[in-house]
């Protein structure tokens, strides 16, 4: 400071003694190093934040990139063009294997040895049969005639087809045999092998093979599971935000329903499947698997989400509005009901839904009650046993089956698609009923 | 059936009941709702509550206790040489009624004793159901015919209602209070059972984690050992990976959108962050195993390194991807909170931008983004699918992150997955990992977002 003072008095007063102007700090070789120091600095600085940006862009591109890779051919299938002879002893055996193969060996007259025909049986999905009779139930008139259907193939005539099988490496390696190549490769070239849209993976339930496992039960599942949290986390959340916004004293007690809120919006989810557990199961003897108790559990997670959103909403009504109310008469709640909580709506359900979002997501929890099984049939009702799409892929995840895996990527975007709408809405509606008082 | 029935009975009362109410009321003054107290509607609305609250709450009560009171009502009848035991052959019993009852096959043959008991069982409930429909059926009505009767010109309709929606308000918050002791307790209540069984200074201290305890006495290693500290060390390792990648990483993007960026570049890494965000974890829990872990692997191997296929480095570097977006949203909050005269006065003293951020900003920000960390680290302890998918089952003690750890809550996941007894320590044990995570999350959350409210409090 003092230095400054001086240099200050020295640069006022003249000197008579020095003609040379006095050499101003800011001039000097040393400080053009340290500004070009400083700024170098500065660009780093500058550089290494665009990079942590652009790390997790790049990311957030690699794993969509990855699943997208992975999963877009399984919303296509590869399906077999046979002419079917509905012989109507073997319907009525119900024999639509033999049938099937029958007209499979047609495309391939000259394989007449058993071990030959063994690879060919093996083309076929073994869902492929009961394709043919719910063909026929629906239409009996069919019986008799002979009809072109399209079947599923398995599998693996479907990762072939689809390019997952390396047809330059020796049979040991590849995983399939040179026979299936070659008899694929002979339906291919007669056209009578080709792939068209996926629909089982959107109406089957789970299977053991992959070709005819699909995500409708796990679809129904969580459509079932969110019905139940929003039914029961929803309105819960909305009133207890309105309490604790609009009425409640501010005392030790609502102190601690506040601090409670916030630490419940961070426990683990995990820590709610165990209280399922020991709760909802252990204690009240609710059925396992079922989408009711999954639904409970997911209510308990989103209701600090939706209260929270729902505080800042209706904190966001200006006084006046109130006071408004108030003094033309309406009783406290009135008040609330008429005039603070429609105008606080958008903010409470962008709220809802991001808590809906999330809740959607969720897998831990699920798994601690028992969701996680192996369910063929889809689910009805809120207590029928059932699956949700993210515990579904998760169980897909571990399947080796190479089919599997695009499937899981498949269900993966569907479930990405499904929240980014969501969300995607939220975004919109905030947009839409943003409001500045 | 029945609850199908009773609710639409009970929908249908409450409807009349309102109508009624409303109607009755107007015509209670003649058509002149001038002399009412309060508006009709409200009348209408102190019907309904009338006729569906009581029968609500009776239904409730009923559905609640109706199977345990079945239960207790057939074991009383049984013999003893049934009924008495541990608790163990009494709740195998419970379930062989209750499996009996609701016509599943329980795979073996069914005492004839047991049989009868589940027959009666069915039919007790089916009868309850069934009386229970006329009982609330019969409450809602007569609460409809008395809410009726009570209406008149001076009837306070409206403070009335006023009161039950103002408890039921108070009803609904304090669900999460209960959510909150319904965790305790029930962590607290198992915890304690499995404790009972292994020592508390074994399992915190112990240093030798093999769950699996043999079905029968004799078979080797029957009595499992559990030493949780392996887990603990593998939580620790991964959350410490996942911190290396989430804070930098996040603290820079959070920076730089704040600092620098401009408002049209803001307004599309904000959403991008956001649906990084929003990607469930199992996603990302495919990503790490099927994606990262051989990538992992691949550049280990070809700097000649022993790498696990299912190493602790793909699980912690997924897990930390996923916190970016959590870190640098709160940070972000921090840095905005930061009063602009700061900023300005450091300028004013000729400070380059970025020595403002590191001297000036990041400095008075420090409580809050320690807080936004600490936030982060609970909550890569508590995510369960990463570690799940991507790392292992085995418990190992090791610092190495290119070896397979296994983690808290890896061990509870699969602890409790699929149809386990009860009652057996292995399954109590996930209980036990379940108390120590929820409270070492507990203190991390409670600090941090005190830091975070007196924080706010500060610049406010």
Redesign the interface.
């Known amino acids: 400071m003092t230095d400054l003072v001086e240099q200050d008095v020295a640069a006022v007063t003249p000197s008579p003694a020095s003609s040379t102007p006095p050499k101003s700090r800011l001039r000097g070789e040393a400080f053009a190093r340290r500004l070009r120091a ?2 170098a ?2 660009r ?3 550089l ?6 652009a ?3 790049l ?2 591109v ?2 969509l990139g ?2 997208v890779a ?1 999963g877009a051919s399984a919303f296509l299938e590869a399906r077999i063009r046979l002419e079917v002879t509905l012989d109507p002893a073997e319907v009525a055996d119900r024999n639509y294997n033999g049938l099937l193969r029958r007209a499979l060996y047609a495309h391939f007259p000259q394989v007449t040895d058993r071990a030959g025909r063994r690879v060919l049986n093996d083309l076929l999905s073994s869902g492929a049969p009961y394709e043919l009779e719910a063909m026929v139930a629906k239409d009996p008139a069919l019986v008799g005639t002979t009809q072109t259907v399209w079947v599923r193939a398995d599998d693996q005539i479907d990762q072939l087809v689809k390019g997952g099988y390396r047809r330059d490496l020796p049979e040991s390696e590849r995983g399939l045999s040179d026979a299936k190549v070659a008899a694929a490769d002979a339906l291919l070239a007669s056209g009578a092998l080709a792939q068209g849209f996926n629909t089982t993976l959107f109406t089957a339930g789970d299977s053991r093979e992959p070709e005819q496992a699909g995500i409708g039960g796990a679809i129904v599942g969580s459509l079932l599971t969110l019905l139940v949290t929003m039914a029961l986390s929803v ?3 909305i ?2 935000a ?3 916004e609009e ?2 004293p501010k005392n030790r007690w609502t102190d ?2 506040e ?6 919006a ?10 399922g ?3 909802f199961l ?4 609710m059925p ?1 698997s079922a989408p009711l108790v999954g639904g409970l559990v997911m209510a ?1 997670m989103t ?2 989400v939706i ?1 929270i959103a729902s505080r800042v909403a209706l904190k966001a009504v200006p006084p006046s509005i109130r006071e408004a109310a108030l003094g033309i008469g309406a ?1 406290p ?1 009135q008040t609330v009901l008429h005039h603070v909580l429609p105008l606080a709506m958008p903010g409470i359900l962008t709220g809802t839904i991001i808590g809906m ?2 809740a ?5 929890p699920l ?2 009650i ?1 969701m ?1 099984a192996f369910i063929v049939d889809i689910p009805h009702g809120l207590t029928d046993s059932a699956t949700v799409l ?2 579904q ?2 169980m897909w ?2 399947s080796p089956e190479r089919a599997f ?1 695009e499937r ?2 498949a269900a ?1 975007l569907i ?2 698609g499904v ?2 709408l969501l ?1 995607g809405a939220a ?1 919109i509606l905030r947009k839409i009923f943003e409001r500045r008082w | 059936m029945q609850l199908t029935l009773l609710a639409l009975i009970l929908a249908l009362l409450t409807v009349i009941g309102f109508l009624i109410g409303r109607s009755r009321a107007a015509s209670s003054v003649g058509g002149r709702v001038a002399e009412l107290h309060s508006v009709p509607s409200y009348h209408g609305v102190y019907v309904a509550l009338w006729a569906g609250l009581p029968a609500l709450l009776l239904f409730v009560a009923w559905t ?1 206790s109706e ?1 345990w009171l079945a239960m207790q009502l057939v074991l009383s009848a049984l013999p003893d040489r049934l009924t008495t035991g541990d608790g163990q052959s009494v709740g195998l019993l419970k379930a062989d009624i ?1 499996n009996l009852a609701h016509g599943i096959a329980t795979g073996r043959e069914a005492d004839p004793l047991v049989a009868e008991a589940a027959r009666r069982y069915a039919a007790f409930r089916d009868l309850a159901d069934w009386s229970l429909l006329a009982v609330v059926a019969s409450l809602a009505v007569a609460g409809l015919a008395w809410g009726r009767h009570r209406i008149g010109p001076d009837l306070r309709a ?1 403070p009335a209602v ?1 009161r039950v ?2 408890v ?3 009803v ?6 209960l ?2 002791v ?2 305790v307790l ?2 607290l ?2 915890a304690l059972r499995f404790f009972t069984v292994v020592s508390p200074l074994d399992f915190l201290f112990g240093t030798h984690w093999s769950p699996q305890t043999a079905m029968r006495a004799d078979q080797v290693g029957s009595s499992g050992s559990f030493g949780a500290i392996p887990l603990f060390a593998g939580t620790l390792l991964i959350t410490v990976i996942a911190m290396l990648v989430a804070v ?6 959070a ?3 704040s ?3 401009g408002r049209g570049v803001r307004t599309w ?1 904000k ?6 965000a ?10 790490a ?3 990262m872990a051989p990538f992992v692997r691949s550049v280990g191997e070809a700097l000649g390194l022993d790498v696990s296929s299912e190493s602790a480095l793909a699980a912690g570097i997924v897990m930390g ?1 996923m916190i ?2 959590f870190v ?1 949203s709160l940070s972000d909050d921090v840095i905005n909170a930061v009063p602009q005269s700061l900023r300005d006065g450091s300028y004013g003293l000729g400070a ?4 403002t ?2 001297q000036v900003v990041l400095p008075a920000a420090l409580p809050g983004i320690v807080a936004a960390v600490m ?1 982060a680290v ?2 890569a ?5 990463i570690v ?2 991507a790392s292992g089952l085995t418990a190992n003690m090791t610092a190495n992150p290119l070896q397979a750890v296994t983690t808290v ?1 890896t061990q ?2 699969t602890l ?4 386990q007894e ?1 009652d057996s320590p292995k399954t109590l044990s ?2 036990g990992l ?1 108390l120590v ?2 409270l070492v ?2 203190c991390l ?2 600090v941090a ?1 005190r830091v975070v409210r007196t924080y706010r409090e500060k610049y406010d």
Do not use: Q, W
Not at chain 1, 48 to 53: E, L, P, Q
Not at chain 2, 248 to 253: D, E, I, N, S
Not at chain 2, 381 to 385: A, C, H, K, L, S
Not at chain 2, 416 to 419: K, P
């Open positions: 400083r700024h600095a500065e780093r600085f500058r290494a934040g665009a990079a942590a940006v790390l997790a862009a990311i957030l690699l794993l990855s699943i992975k309105p819960v959340g009133s207890a309105v309490y604790l009425f409640a601690l329903i601090v409670n809120i916030n630490n419940l961070a426990v683990p989810s995990i820590i709610f499947g165990l209280l557990l020991a709760v252990g204690f009240f003897g396992r308990l209701l600090p209260i009783s709640l979002a999330r959607l997501g969720e897998t831990a798994l601690m028992g996680v993210p515990v892929i998760y995840a571990d895996t899981t990527s993966i479930l990405l929240l980014i969300n975004v | 609640a199977g209750l409206r006023e929606v103002r039921a308000l108070v609904c918050s304090l669900v999460a209070i959510t909150t319904g965790i029930s962590l209540f198992e930098p990483v996040g603290l820079m993007a920076i730089y959108m600092e620098y960026a890494l959403p991008a962050l956001e649906i990084l929003g990607i469930p974890t199992v996603v990302y829990g495919f990503f195993a099927l994606t991807v970016i977006p640098s380059t931008k970025s020595e951020i590191r936030l609970s909550r302890i508590g995510e369960t699918m799940t998918m809550t509870i996941a409790l997955v699929g149809d009860f996930a209980f379940g995570l929820f999350t507990l959350n409670m977002l």
